[in-house]
């Protein structure tokens, strides 16, 4: 800021703002009338100050870029089918590639065959350190994504059972070199089931911290440090320190300031989780707009929620952006919805040129304080986690899926009642655009009965309940 522009201003602080304000007010209260809670038990203010901001220090992104990459999601059960896909989309705008790979069936020769060296995420239904060790001998350049506690949480089982799947976690990280295999935590389940931003990032620094314990106890965290050869390459390079970082896969959330902070708040907290067990640990976020809000009803409108979506994430410092089509949940996979999905970014990065500053919202006193608030209460969260055993003990215990339903619940009751309000759907609907009798698949949860261990977490849009009621009008 040029202060030359105000010399002639006399500076007014916070006391004199709030002063104003509730003289203003004309006797009303000040916190009734003007404070805004929220779901995550923080008060939004009327204003923020200088006076008050927090200094805060956000550690730098992994490439220690500006730059932020347009990935696209590639289901890849024909790896042919797949591999045409992939070399086409890089070829129309995506600069990666996130394979879902459902089974060992799928090869991955035929999968990766001539792909560039591009920005290849690779994630399995199934964990097969085997299958894995090709993909390597193939593509040594790819990142692994594969995390056995998301596992348990989003399906109430193992991959195979704890200790088998501890073990190949331990060869995951310690058999490889640089990133192709890294600590994966994937967070999406807990805001697409409900969670709030607050319990989003303290069970993030809950399930990461289950993850350090044990290669700390296993004496392999210095997969993690560099050694003397590293640290001096590192002198003269901007490469990270091991070559090893977190990578968290993330859904993003509807709270436009909220969301910037939440992206935010995740380097903190694995930066701070790092330091206790004296490692530089570093992340890199890759962000999905969540299905959470997004309704059949005026569907188009979609298109509008992921667009915010993936600009909070930006801003807030995401790596990694992959939108997900207006139709995702209701319409088979077609080229029309991908291409709008894949434009939306492309626009967001060649036009609205959301890439050449990678702190946008550094020194917003309103963001700052949200950050700094979230990653708090966070904390309080994650501290009561351990006092009770840890992550995965309390989702045997049931804990962590009662709190996300207790919440998931209070927003649908808030969505039900018009106090949570989705435009097209509970307001404003859209008479042109009716709804279907049958969509292409099926649009709602559906529950698969079996035997699991603990009770899967499931992700649910809060809009279902509202269309199935008008489906059975039609």
């Known amino acids: 800021m040029n202060k030359e522009l105000f010399k002639d201003f006399d500076t007014v602080s916070e006391a004199q703002w709030k002063q104003k304000i509730q003289f203003d007010l004309k006797g009303a209260e000040y916190n009734d009338t003007l404070l805004t809670a929220t779901r995550e038990g923080i008060n939004v203010k009327p204003f923020y100050h200088r006076d008050s901001a927090p200094e805060l220090h956000i550690p730098n992104r992994s490439s220690q870029t500006n730059d932020w990459y347009i990935s696209q999601r590639v289901y890849a059960g024909n790896a042919i089918a797949a591999n045409k896909k992939a070399l086409d989309i890089l070829h129309r705008g995506s600069e990666g590639i996130i394979f879902n790979i459902p089974n060992k069936e799928v090869d991955p020769l035929v999968l990766l065959k001539n792909l560039p060296r591009v920005g290849i995420q690779i994630h399995t ?171 059949l009803m005026d569907y188009n409108v979609n298109l509008l929620r992921t667009t915010t979506e993936c600009m909070s994430a930006i801003l807030g410092g995401a790596d990694t952006l992959c939108n997900i089509p207006y139709d995702t949940f209701f319409n088979k996979e077609n080229e029309f ?13 060649d036009e609205a040129y959301l890439n050449k500053i990678g702190n946008a919202s550094d020194g917003s006193y309103y963001i700052d304080t949200i950050t700094k608030q979230l990653v708090e209460k966070s904390l309080e969260i994650f501290k009561d986690i351990e006092k009770t055993g840890g992550f995965v003990q309390s989702l045997f215990e049931g804990t962590i899926q009662r709190k996300i339903k207790e919440s998931a619940r209070q927003e649908q009751e808030d ?5 949570r309000v989705l435009i097209g759907a509970n307001k404003y609907p859209n008479a042109a655009q009716p709804l279907q009798k049958e969509y292409e698949i099926l649009p709602f949860v559906k529950v698969n009965p079996r035997k699991t261990l603990v009770q899967p977490v499931v992700a649910r849009r809060i809009t279902e309940e509202l269309e199935k009621n008008e489906i059975k009008k039609l």
């Open 415 to 419: 969505f039900n009642t018009g106090k």
């Open 337 to 349: 919805g991908d291409r709008i999905a894949r434009n939306q970014l492309i626009i967001l990065k």
């Open 125 to 295: 239904q199934f964990f097969d350190m085997d299958y894995l060790k090709s993909i390597h001998e193939i593509a040594p350049h790819a990142y692994v994504h594969v995390d056995i506690i998301h596992q348990l949480v989003a399906e109430g089982n193992w991959f195979k059972n704890k200790d088998q799947d501890y073990k190949n976690f331990d060869s995951l990280i310690t058999d490889f070199n640089g990133s192709f295999s890294n600590i994966t935590v994937n967070t999406s389940t807990y805001q697409q089931a409900g969670a709030t931003i607050t319990q989003e990032l303290a069970y993030f620094t809950a399930h990461l911290n289950e993850y350090l314990n044990h290669l700390n106890n296993a004496e392999n965290l210095s997969a993690f440090k560099e050694s003397t050869d590293a640290a001096v390459h590192r002198k003269h390079s901007r490469s990270s320190k091991a070559g090893k970082r977190v990578n968290i896969d993330t859904a993003i959330g509807s709270n436009y300031f909220f969301e910037i902070a939440k992206y935010r708040a995740y380097r903190i907290l694995t930066k701070t989780l790092g330091d206790v067990y004296a490692i530089d640990l570093g992340c890199y976020i890759t962000a999905t707009p969540g299905l959470r809000n997004k309704s």
